[in-house]
């Protein structure tokens, strides 16, 4: 079992910054693909971002290349995302996950563990 915190949501303006961390407890990431995902009200959870802990392989979605990051700190067995240049369509509710494998996926339903989630709200 892996239980998985999210944290660092916030208000920001446009154009602003903010840094998500997802810690997980009850094992380390070691093995594990982990995934940023967000969801706004009335629209279905999308992908964001994704590192694989082994080698830190990444992906990322075509709307944040370039904005977002998604790095790990083995020490803290911790994921970030850095989020610079936020749009008002970066609202919404940001959740980490984890999935056994290599494959670095983009689909929900394959991520086994997940995070209570943060919010994120962008001021334009």
């Known amino acids: 079992q892996v239980q998985l915190v999210e944290s660092g949501g916030g208000l920001v303006q446009a154009g602003g910054s903010l840094r998500l961390s997802c810690t997980a407890s009850?094992?380390?990431?070691?093995?594990?693909?982990v995934g940023w995902f967000r969801q706004a009200p009335g629209k279905e959870r999308e992908f964001v971002a994704a590192?694989?802990?082994?080698?830190?392989?990444?992906r990322y979605a075509d709307s944040v290349k370039g904005r977002f990051t998604i790095s790990r700190d083995n020490a803290k067995n911790t994921i970030y995302l850095q989020m610079n240049r936020l749009q008002a369509d970066d609202t919404a509710g940001y959740y980490c996950?984890?999935?056994?494998?290599?494959?670095?996926?983009?689909?929900?339903?394959?991520?086994?563990?997940w995070g209570q989630g943060t919010q994120v709200t962008v001021s334009s």
């Open positions: 996950a984890v999935r056994w494998g290599l494959v670095l996926q983009t689909e929900p339903a394959l991520y086994a563990y």
């Open positions: 009850g094992r380390t990431f070691s093995g594990y693909g």
């Open positions: 590192i694989r802990w082994s080698d830190s392989i990444t």
